[in-house]
């Protein structure tokens, strides 16, 4: 229930965002868009630190708090194949986590609309002040709409939630074998922000091999590759948020490789937490 | 009786790695042992004798070094071994923020139980736990023995032919504690199999008709329980109302024997926990009396 207490600070900065107004605003000619980008920005923010802090802290806490309580012997006494437990315990954190951004995504989503209502009458009322052509006032209106609720919006919500997915499969990989909660949380924030850093770094190496690199080291990098998940793939959340249009074959192809990676970390959770003794 | 042994533990042997040392530590050694299914059996040992680690080895949470765990036949690795087991670990605690009666459709779920016999089954369990009036609180909020006895109802709730008990009145007042072990007869009586550790010997005796005794993980002294504890070459008589004359015949008679020696004579006595109970009986049934008259009145 705890979780849900931050969907009340969610709304309450949310409301406040909503609020605030730029220095700038409404002197410049894209201040509107500017206002809607920091509510998108602010509310996304949190967003996306609720859904990674929780699915990497909730899931490093499952296994070891089942111990603790002894519940994890009543529940593997009973006919539950390990990989049910595993595969149970994780769709919990990302129900859990799917359900909190749904919510927050309503909220925000009614918030936006009214802002963006607001600000396309704002908008008319400068034209009609201003005697703006009706090409430029449909040019503004399209901008300021843009920003508003939209597909793209909903994408880049999409791609916090493969974020968090991603960090969770991975944070119960970790717990399978850590013996600490906390080694668990520490080691999944390493990997998380060295995931923001794979690309350049594997970019960087490969480019810094003079004579070219061997089938075996590119196989080797690939492979590294897939233990840190390359978290600037996911980088649509920050266009999403300035309003650009994500295609929806690079959206599939994240949902597919978020996918891929959740299923290789529980794979492997699996694998170590088959033969693990109570 | 059916053949296949409920349980069979062949020379279980199982070591822990120890930290900064090469050698390891030998937790339980050579353990066999068979309980026949109908039978209640009691491994009585000290603390960090080798008890629990058994117990963990036949549910398939440890894996043994050496030797073999079998349950109804199958070994006990397999998950579906566990279809058969019930299991009540030492001071159990269960998912706070549910109540006694969703932990107890939870477990049945997990069992692969659904629907109206899921319903049954949950309501079967609280009543033969007397939790019926607790089933909408919060596990949080249960007391000692309520938690041990949700605890027995959830390794009961899928009606296993086996139920492995792991010191099953730990911290469990008298009342809670005769409760439990009322239970466990209920359930040998309905032939279930119970497997019960303990160091509670007092416990072990009263409920259990085999027991093994075993120490440093070794099983030191295993059978009948009767045939243990019984000593050959002594004889008890217990008369009501004998006078000293009586008494004197007797003593005179045994002195007469050849072979017969008299070793002592004396008023049997009561467990102290049976002395509890007597009395709390007597309170409870004082206080209801009170109540009963103070409710005339008004």
């Given at each position: 229930m705890k979780v849900f207490y931050f969907l009340g600070v969610f709304a309450v900065l949310m409301l406040a965002a909503s609020f605030f107004e730029m220095p700038w605003s409404r002197t410049t000619e894209d201040s509107a868009e500017q206002e809607l980008i920091v509510l998108k920005s602010t509310a996304m923010g949190a967003m996306a630190m609720f859904s990674i802090l929780f699915a990497i802290a909730a899931t490093a806490l499952l296994i070891p708090k089942d111990l603790e309580d002894r519940t994890l012997y009543t529940i593997l006494s009973k006919p539950v194949p390990r990989l049910d437990y595993l595969i149970g315990k994780l769709a919990g954190v990302l129900i859990l986590v799917t359900v909190s951004l749904l919510l927050m995504n309503g909220l925000l989503s009614i918030i936006l609309h009214f802002k963006t209502e607001e600000l396309l009458l704002v908008e008319m009322a400068k034209a009609e002040a201003h005697g703006w052509s009706a090409e430029h006032l449909e040019l503004r209106l399209s901008a300021v709409a843009q920003q508003g609720v939209t597909w793209t919006l909903q994408a880049g919500i999409g791609a916090i939630l493969f974020k968090a997915m991603v960090m969770a499969s991975l944070a119960l990989l970790i717990s399978t074998f850590s013996s600490s909660t906390l080694f668990t949380i520490v080691i999944a924030v390493v990997i998380y922000f060295m995931g923001h850093f794979t690309e350049d770094a594997r970019n960087y190496w490969l480019h810094s091999q003079s004579g070219g690199v061997s089938k075996e080291v590119k196989l080797m990098t690939q492979g590294i590759a897939l233990i840190f998940p390359d978290f600037q793939l996911y980088n649509i959340i920050d266009s999403t948020i300035e309003g650009k249009k994500v295609p929806q074959g690079i959206f599939t192809r994240l949902a597919i490789l978020t996918l891929f990676y959740s299923g290789i970390y529980s794979v492997l959770a699996w694998f170590t937490f088959r033969k693990k003794e109570f | 009786m059916e053949d296949i042994p409920a349980v069979q533990i062949n020379h279980l042997v199982k070591e822990f790695p120890s930290p900064f040392r090469k050698t390891k530590i030998r937790?339980?050694?050579d353990v066999s042992l068979t309980i026949m299914p109908g039978e209640v059996y009691g491994l009585i040992g000290p603390n960090g004798s080798g008890k629990s680690t058994t117990m963990k080895a036949l549910l398939g949470l440890l894996r043994p070094t050496a030797g073999s765990c079998y349950v109804f036949g199958k070994?006990?690795?397999?998950?579906?071994?566990?279809?058969e087991i019930g299991f009540l670990p030492e001071n159990p605690y269960f998912y706070k923020h549910l109540s006694g009666e969703e932990t107890l459709r939870f477990y049945a779920k997990l069992c692969g139980m659904r629907g109206k016999a899921l319903n049954n089954h949950v309501d079967k369990m609280l009543e033969m736990v007397s939790l019926q009036d607790a089933r909408k609180r919060r596990v949080g909020g249960y007391s000692k023995g309520m938690l041990q006895r949700i605890g027995l109802a959830q390794a009961l709730i899928h009606e296993p032919r086996l139920i492995i008990l792991d010191?099953?009145?730990?911290?469990?007042d008298p009342v809670g504690s005769r409760e439990i072990r009322d239970l466990i007869v209920q359930l040998k009586d309905k032939g279930v199999t119970v497997f019960l550790c303990s160091h509670l010997l007092e416990q072990v005796q009263e409920v259990c008709d085999h027991v093994g005794i075993i120490f440093n993980g070794k099983i030191v002294k295993a059978g009948p329980l009767e045939d243990l504890i019984a000593i050959e070459d002594q004889t008890e008589i217990l008369i009501k109302d004998a006078g000293p004359r009586t008494l004197a015949r007797i003593k005179a008679v045994i002195a007469d024997s050849e072979n017969a020696d008299f070793i002592s004579m004396g008023k049997p006595r009561t467990t102290l926990e049976r002395l509890f109970l007597d009395e709390a009986k007597k309170s409870n049934a004082t206080t209801m009396t009170a109540d009963q008259k103070g409710g005339d009145r008004a």
């Open positions: - | 937790a339980v050694d070994n006990s690795l397999k998950t579906d071994s566990r279809q010191e099953p009145t730990a911290g469990v």
